[in-house]
């Protein structure tokens, strides 16, 4: 683990993945610097309908910090399945 800083320029990253490959390029959100609470107020848009996706489709998301602008350290990811069992 690294220090921790008063301030963190922080991105995230979204790809879709099914049958675990993925299904389009990621999307990133622009990076910010945050103090006290992380916030994101963005929309990422994919070229894949809702409807359309298969039933094992999942999201998967990164958080990226920015300590220079050729070192970007992943702070954390997590993946939700989009549909349940039942679809």
């Not at 979204?14 to 993925?22: D, E, I, R, V, W």
Request: aromatic fraction near 14%.
């Amino acid at each position: 683990m690294y220090p921790r800083r008063s301030c963190a320029d922080l991105y995230v990253t979204c790809q879709l993945f099914a049958g675990g490959k993925p299904l389009c390029l990621p999307r990133r959100t622009p990076y910010h610097s945050f103090s006290d609470q992380c916030r994101w107020n963005e929309w990422l848009v994919f070229p894949v309908k809702y409807r359309d996706l298969p039933r094992d489709a999942a999201l998967v998301f990164e958080i990226w910090d920015v300590q220079n602008t050729r070192d970007h350290q992943l702070v954390g990811s997590t993946t939700f399945v989009m549909f349940s069992a039942s679809g």
